[in-house]
């Protein structure tokens, strides 16, 4: 059974910064791209980025190019989300997502909980 | 980027009705479309890829059309238990954008 398991998230001062992490399982990690989706309190799902099942290769929102940064450890399948310079619109939970086969990031057929980031002094 | 706008952004039906959502793109992304459920404080569940093909799982009054520009996601009778909001995202290459979403009441 596929299980993903975000943490990291809390309250942050703006202009501060914050590691996301996703603990996955219950599947061959290095071969599937990874996603994060966020979700701000009562809006829509926004994608905001996406790696490659070797973390060669890393995909950003327009929104959040320059702040976010992708990695992923293959050898803890974990993939985790670096967030700089925070501001109020980043408040929001953080979903990590995984398509439903080996490739480039695609649609996601599973979801974790998401772990929620406020951003407020 | 592609911009994906769905429509309505809310809408409310009876039990049994015949409830269409429309997710439109602003440029042409063959069936590379996907649609999700999100009830209220749940994560998204993947109802259906490819434009039209139903999520294993899936109740057979969800189905999906389209393709290029212009999709449709129908619930053939609508159910209590399908008050959520419904939203879909074009994939093939990225950003991997979301509509705005549709939130399904019943009346």
């Known amino acids: 059974e596929v299980q993903l398991l975000e943490s990291g998230g809390g309250l942050v001062q703006p202009g501060g910064s914050l590691r996301l992490s996703c603990a996955a399982s219950?599947?061959?990690?290095?071969?599937?791209?990874m996603n994060w989706v966020r979700q701000a309190p009562g809006k829509g799902l926004e994608w905001v980025s996406g790696?490659?099942?070797?973390?060669?290769?890393?995909y950003y929102a327009d929104s959040v190019k320059g702040r976010f940064t992708i990695s992923r450890d293959n050898s803890k399948n974990t993939v985790f989300l670096q967030i700089y310079s925070l501001g109020a619109e980043d408040t929001a939970v953080y979903y990590c997502?995984?398509?439903?086969?080996?490739?480039?990031?695609?649609?996601?057929?599973?979801w974790g909980q998401g772990t929620l980031v406020t951003v407020s002094s | 980027d592609i911009q994906m706008t769905q429509s309505p952004s809310s809408l409310s039906a009876s039990v049994g009705d015949r409830v269409t959502i429309t997710c439109r793109a602003s440029?042409?992304?063959?069936?590379?479309l996907a649609w999700y459920q999100q009830k209220p404080g749940k994560v998204p569940k993947l109802l259906i890829y490819s434009a039209s093909t139903l999520q294993s799982g899936v109740p057979s009054r969800f189905s999906g059309s389209g393709s290029g520009t212009d999709f449709t996601l129908t619930i053939s009778s609508l159910q209590p238990e399908d008050v959520a909001t419904y939203y879909c995202q074009r994939y093939g290459s990225v950003p991997l954008t979301f509509g705005g979403g549709t939130k399904v009441e019943i009346q």
């Open positions: 790696i490659s099942g070797s973390g060669g290769s890393t």
């Open positions: 440029q042409g992304i063959s069936n590379y």
């Open positions: 219950g599947f061959t990690f290095s071969n599937f791209a």
């Open positions: 997502a995984k398509p439903p086969h080996p490739g480039p990031p695609h649609y996601s057929d599973s």
